[in-house]
């Protein structure tokens, strides 16, 4: 039953870093090649019906995480209690920032709106990928000083940073040189994603200039990607033991590969889908891999007094996880009906939907 | 430290409940003006309701970005709380998640931006969903407060956990229905005296009349109809629910320190004074409040002497205002929309220039009921979390030091004047222009 719950867990956050990826994505773009009023309007049509039902899929994520994890959501939310909150934030600034612009005519009023959006995103993007590398890394559970607990064995606090900027340091901290090089990562890789959204779904004059900054972000995200694994064991000292038990695994790590390196014929591509099928199963199998080598844990202890949290004991009751899938797959099958037709409807370009003229 | 959890919460709720109480209402009417509009072939109607969408989509964002810290907050804050009845509240909270917001999101952006893609009939059908998904939003969220008021359907293992041993009864719980009927009540009053107060501010501007004829006439009919339901039958049953299984709550609601020996009387005004156990300055009828909660003069109501001082709500002076507030307001709105509604039918109503005066200025207190209508049923179930099962105190985060909730509170209060304000600058510029009239399809 937790097995079940954890893989619907799973599809649902990658589903949520893919669909609001691509706005994080066409934030970061916004802010750096937007320069003309023609370019941002492309890009806030491209995602303006959309964002908000993408955001969804975050509060679904909670929802199903504090239903069937509760102990994980518990711990995880109030021991990451300052970078959570900063998110909430920075939703706020990303959502106002889309929402309120068109809302006056005055260009103080929209440069205002176009950097709350932009920045908000660009950070976003960084927090999404520093919470990964954070889980990976794993955390003091219990708060162990001197061998002792000086917490309930599954708390934890985290403060922003620590003196060292260290993942192997006796008190960690949420940012570390580790955390942040997933953090550059994920900001990388969300821009290649939002870019290719934007050429999928406008017929902009930076489309082509887009399908350059994707290849040399590529290049980029090829070598940061080389370096992380090069640096993996300090937090993981065998990343690969769940792959060598379980060979099938493997094919998660290929999707990457095969992503990652599908994006360098980005100038080649007829169809102006296919960069965004390429960097959606790069998503798709750098989260998998990463949650699959940590497998069955789901926030590994960094002492050896406390256990790591695993699916198992931070799971709810079985009785509740059984009746929940009932209503999960009626509520999954109407989902999907939604989605096709919110896509069916806004299919194809999106250059004059009209989105922010209030 | 519990303060300023409290705090922090209570500021993001009630913060975050200013707008759904629109959202959800005016779901309800603009779907209703676009059915008007199918019906009769006025584009009045669909004019009006184009205009609404307007102030629906600021405020649902709003609504929206308020509304995802409230999800966080029980781990942030409460991670004791989340961790022990998660298995149970996680179920409500996770059915929000996946039946009513999904609806509501998908549909948003279909029902703004579809008109001309969908065609008249499949864009009502879209305003109808992203109604539907804002009602169960609230039902579901409902029957979550509900069972933290009156826990049903688990048991409680030796970890303390709470443990769903019925699926079933969280949704056949008797607090549930009467306590979600009369709050969307309270969401429709609310819309309706925003619709009516714009409707009102036209016509005395002389400007967008047809409009604000149209406005102030739903806004009156809408309004007065969900004011008197929101007293009789659905307030009077929630009430009745805080009788029977939350009984000093009441008390303290309804200010009676004392048992009154052939029947209680009801209180209108007054200042409790806890200490002595008293209220000060009392205006009274009597044996009235027997009556309205037993059908019997004489009937006993328990007073706060009759319960032990550890079982008694925390901030009985709190509760007591925050529903004499409530019910002070519900019998205002009944009385002026039912003289608006009297001078409407003597077709004297836009010409009656107090009652839209009135009208305008009443815009704000809704939004005041509303709340004090939440801050009766929470502050009536402090002490405690789980009602008689877990309190306040031992739920929240046992991790996170108070200088840390200080901070995040002080940056939620200068983040939600920020959003006040320019709710407050856009919502005027938007009315201040007023409805535009479409040529005739």
Redesign the interface.
Known sequence: MELFWYIVLMVMLVTYIILDGYDFGAGIIHLFFGKNDKDKKAITNAIGPFWDANEVWLIAVGGVLFFAFPTLYAVSFSGFYLPLIFILWLLIFRAIGLELRGQLKNKMWEAIWDKSFGLASLLLALFFGIALGNVVRGVNLGMVTDGVSTHEAHYFFLPLWNPTFSPNAEHLGIIDWFTLLLGIISVVALTIHGANWIIFKTNSSINERLKKVVFNLNIVLVLLVICSVFVWHYVDPQPFKNFMEQPLLWVLPGITLFGLFGLFNVKKFKKHGLGFLFSSLFLLGGLSSTVASIFPKVLPSTNDVNPSLTIHNVAADDYGLSVGVYWFIIAAVLVVVYMFIQYRVFRGKMDDVGYGEH | MLFYDRMQFAFTITFHYLFPQLTMGLALIVVYFKWRFLRTKETVFNDAAKFWM?IF??NF?MG???G??M??Q????W?????????????T???????S???E??????F???EK??GQKLHFLTGFLVFLGSWASGYLIIATHSWMQHPVGYEI?ENG?F???N?GALFSNPWLLPSFLHNQMGSVITTSFVIAGVGAFYILNNKHSKFGKLFVKTGVIFGLISSVLAAFPTGDLAAKNVVKHQPVAFAAMEGIFETEEGGSEIILIGQPDVENKKLDNKLAVPNVLSFLTYQRWDAEIKGLNEFDESLYPTNIPGLYYAYHIMVGLGTIFIALLGIALIQLFRKKLYSTKWILWLLVFMIPFPYIANTAGWYTAELGRQPWLVYNLLKTADGI?????SG?TL??LL?FIG?YLL?GM?FLI?AG??INKGPETSKEI
């Open positions: 307007k989509a600021l964002v929206v970005v308020t995802i810290p999800e966080f029980f781990g942030t804050n991670a004791k709380f989340s961790e022990l009845t998660g298995g149970i509240i996680g179920q909270l996770a059915m929000e998640g996946m039946f917001f999904f609806l999101s998908s549909f948003l952006g279909l703004l931006f579809g893609l969908l293992l956990k443990v769903l041993n699926f985060s046992p991790n996170v030091s840390n901070f995040t940056g983040l959003l320019l856009l510029k938007i």
